[in-house]
Each structure stands twice: as C-alpha cells, then as structure tokens.
C-alpha cells in the first residue's frame, strides 16, 4: 500500500502556524528591547548619521519590526504588508480546502470502510481519471453505488466512500498485442487504453465515508464531480447523544454492538455471531484462503463502543467483493443510515439471517423469491388500478 503523504492544506497550515508565532515573539521582545546605553551619551552633533542613529524611545507594539529611525521605513508598511501576506495565505488555505472537498466521482460498486476492491477498467474516459489523480499525492476519488427500492427502481446513491489507488495500475495484454506505448503506470500517455490491451486492472482501498452536499457538475475533463461532506462516526455519536430525539439511542447501540463478539448461547460452540459466521463462511468460500485475506484486508474488530464502526466492519465481513453468496446485501442500507443503532440494528439482523442460511436452518433464496414475489404482485395490483383510472378517465 502506498505510504501517505502530507497534503497541500497540512503544509499550509504548518506555514500560517509557524507565521503567527515569528509575529508573536517579534512583538515580545521589541516591546521589552531598550536602547543602548552608549547611545543615551550621544549627542546631537553626533558623528553618527542621522540614518543610523538609534531611537531613545521605547518602540510601540504598532512598530516594532523598526529597530532604526531611518525616513524609509515605517509602521504602516509593516503592518501593511504582514496582513497582505497572512491574508493571502488565508485565501490560499481556503482555496485548498474548498478544492480537496470537490471529489471526482465514479458510480460502479457499493463500497464500505476497509474494503478491497479489484476492477478491470476498460473505460477511455475512467483511465483519464486515474491516471490524472495518480499524479496526485494521494490518488483518490469518490466512489458511488445504487439502491434498489422496495419498487424495484434502481436509484443512485449521494453516499459513499473515498477510494484510494493502493498499487500501479497494471496493464492487462491481450494476445493481439503487447500494449506497447503504455506509461509506467499501465497506460497510454493520454490516458487511454493501448489497441491489444484488455485495460488496465486497479485495486481500490475504501476509506471515509462522505455524502455530497452540493450540485454534481461535469468537470472539464469530462467525469463528473461534486463537493462533500466527509462522515466520521464518533462525530455523528456525539452529535446524536448531545442534539438527538433519543438522549439513550447510542448507548443501546452499543449495548447490541456487543452482542457480535460474546459468545451466543444459540451458535453451536457456544461461540459469538462473528466467530460462527467466519467459521461457517470458510466451508463456502469460492477459493482457498478466501476469508483469510478478507480478514487481512478487513482488520480487527473496531471495539463496542464505536458502534457505527463495528457494524459497519461486520457489514463488509458479510458483504465482502467478490460477493460470497450467503448473505443479503446491507452495504446501501448501512450508508445511508442515520443513526448508530440503525447501522448495527442492520449488521445484527444480517449475519444471523447468514448463519441460518449457511447453517440450512433457514434458506435465503426463498427468502428472495417470497420478496421478489411480493414486489411483482404489487406492481400488478399497481398496474390494475393505473389501466381502472384511465378507463374511468376515457
């Protein structure tokens, strides 16, 4: 994985910091500076210039960058000057924020925190994309998936998660060519993919967790791009205990969040929801070593009482890419979830329908094909009374 680098606004900010101290300790010590004793003696007729000779007057906090009284210099200047450089910083720190809220985005698969993510990208304008934010300290973009609502319509979501470009992008060869002219980074110097190559194979890393906040425009470029606003889940725990309906709401979110890692007295084993499922889901994985590098990937377990973080980890456990097959896909529901008790309401309800699955206790494709049923007689019923209307409108 790549090391992080600092971005653009941590600099600047070191800068604007180190400013403000150099003005604070130049005031201090020019408020308290006396002149020389030698030069308290000197007369008027002096042999010193005038241009060189020294004040005898305590300098004020208004002109203290001026040691000598000389006609070209003066505390307007200074002060002048010193509040152009720091309000140009200012503007150049609100310019870098605004710009590092503006994500490009990308709407192919529904992502959590922690996931991993290995797409073949065939798409002229995608490797534009990547190869423009490779170029970049830390080469990311906004990941977006769909919803399909109770209706059956398919839905974008506003969403998602910041995707990073863990490795080089690595040129896949056809046999009917060896993708000659492609860059170092596995493609062609404009950004598209080389005749005989079947594209390029990314791996994404999912991290932080955003929801766009302003209108998605087309860049210049030509993908489409939009501002966020980026979700840390301690944040939103805080927020719904100090503001939210429900003073107590987080801390039955954590009191079920603990119910994942306990051991469970309905598991065979006496082991918890966790430990059952990863040990039912390596009797199902599609290749050998399956869930171990899930786990790898994954990580630890967040603790208890970072709710919305746990279920979210059990989320992409569930639903890992490539999908596994044994569990109901929560990751849009997890998303767009509002409350911490909401998320692990989710995550629990889940893995137990999983294990049950797994276990043959309860099949989930029956499950799917008594909902798909149901959805299929309600648009028929829709349908019925839409066709009785214009009958009685006609």
């Given at each position: 994985?790549?090391?992080?680098?600092?971005?653009k606004?941590?600099?600047?900010?070191i800068?604007?910091?180190?400013?403000?101290?150099?003005?604070?300790?130049?005031?201090?010590?020019h408020?308290?500076?006396?002149?020389?004793?030698?030069?308290?003696?000197?007369?008027?007729?002096?042999?010193?210039?005038?241009?060189?000779?020294?004040?005898?007057?305590?300098?004020?906090?208004?002109?203290?960058?001026?040691l000598?009284?000389?006609?070209?210099?003066?505390?307007?200047?200074?002060?002048?000057?010193?509040?152009?450089?720091?309000?140009?910083?200012?503007?150049?720190?609100?310019?870098?924020?605004?710009?590092?809220?503006?994500?490009?985005?990308?709407?192919?698969?529904?992502?959590?925190?922690?996931?991993?993510?290995?797409?073949?990208?065939?798409?002229?304008l995608?490797?534009?994309?990547?190869?423009?934010?490779?170029?970049?300290?830390?080469p990311?973009?906004?990941?977006?998936?769909?919803?399909?609502?109770?209706?059956?319509?398919?839905?974008?979501?506003?969403?998602?998660?910041?995707?990073?470009?863990?490795t080089?992008?690595?040129?896949?060869v056809?046999?009917?060519?060896d993708?000659?002219?492609?860059?170092?980074?596995?493609?062609?110097?404009?950004?598209?993919?080389?005749?005989?190559?079947?594209?390029?194979?990314?791996?994404?890393?999912?991290?932080?967790?955003f929801?766009?906040?302003?209108?998605?425009?087309?860049?210049?470029?030509?993908?489409?791009?939009?501002?966020?606003?980026?979700?840390?889940?301690?944040?939103?725990?805080e927020?719904?205990?100090?503001?939210?309906?429900?003073?107590?709401?987080?801390?039955?979110?954590?009191?079920?969040?603990?119910?994942?890692?306990?051991?469970?007295?309905?598991?065979?084993?006496?082991?918890?929801?966790?430990?059952?499922?990863?040990?039912?889901?390596?009797?199902n994985?599609?290749?050998?070593?399956?869930?171990?590098?899930?786990?790898?990937?994954?990580?630890?377990?967040?603790?208890?009482?970072?709710?919305?973080?746990?279920?979210?980890?059990v989320?992409a456990?569930?639903?890992?890419?490539?999908?596994?097959?044994?569990?109901?896909?929560?990751?849009?529901?997890?998303?767009?979830?509002?409350?911490?008790?909401?998320?692990?309401?989710?995550?629990?309800?889940?893995?137990?329908?999983?294990i049950?699955?797994?276990?043959?206790t309860?099949?989930?494709?029956?499950?799917?094909?008594?909902?798909?049923?149901?959805?299929?007689?309600?648009?028929?019923?829709m349908?019925?009374?839409?066709?009785?209307?214009?009958?009685?409108?006609?």
């Amino acid at each position: 994985m790549m090391k992080m680098k600092p971005t653009k606004l941590l600099r600047l900010h070191i800068i604007f910091f180190f400013v403000n101290c150099l003005q604070s300790s130049h005031a201090f010590l020019h408020d308290y500076q006396r002149p020389c004793s030698l030069l308290r003696t000197c007369s008027s007729s002096s042999t010193v210039p005038p241009t060189a000779r020294r004040t005898t007057t305590r300098p004020s906090r208004g002109n203290h960058h001026i040691l000598f009284s000389t006609p070209n210099n003066s505390s307007n200047t200074n002060d002048s000057s010193d509040f152009d450089f720091m309000a140009s910083l200012q503007n150049r720190i609100n310019q870098v924020q605004e710009h590092e809220n503006k994500i490009p985005l990308v709407v192919l698969d529904c992502m959590l925190p922690r996931q991993t993510l290995k797409v073949q990208v065939n798409n002229d304008l995608f490797l534009q994309l990547v190869r423009n934010q490779m170029e970049k300290e830390n080469p990311t973009f906004g990941m977006l998936g769909m919803a399909i609502l109770s209706t059956g319509e398919k839905i974008h979501l506003k969403t998602g998660v910041e995707v990073e470009i863990v490795t080089r992008p690595r040129l896949l060869v056809s046999d009917k060519g060896d993708g000659a002219g492609a860059g170092a980074d596995g493609m062609a110097k404009n950004g598209k993919s080389e005749s005989g190559s079947n594209g390029v194979l990314l791996e994404l890393k999912a991290g932080r967790r955003f929801v766009i906040t302003g209108e998605v425009e087309n860049a210049s470029q030509g993908w489409t791009e939009a501002r966020v606003d980026y979700l840390d889940s301690r944040q939103q725990e805080e927020e719904e205990i100090s503001n939210g309906p429900d003073k107590m709401a987080v801390a039955r979110a954590i009191m079920r969040a603990r119910e994942l890692t306990v051991p469970n007295g309905n598991m065979q084993g006496n082991v918890s929801l966790v430990d059952r499922w990863i040990e039912l889901a390596r009797q199902n994985e599609r290749e050998v070593g399956q869930i171990d590098e899930l786990l790898e990937d994954l990580g630890g377990i967040p603790p208890e009482d970072e709710p919305s973080e746990r279920a979210l980890w059990v989320g992409a456990l569930i639903n890992p890419l490539p999908a596994m097959g044994v569990a109901m896909e929560i990751r849009p529901a997890l998303l767009t979830a509002t409350t911490a008790e909401r998320r692990v309401d989710i995550a629990c309800d889940a893995i137990l329908k999983s294990i049950r699955h797994m276990e043959g206790t309860k099949n989930m494709l029956r499950t799917v094909l008594l909902v798909t049923k149901l959805r299929y007689l309600h648009s028929m019923y829709m349908l019925r009374n839409l066709l009785a209307l214009m009958a009685l409108l006609s």
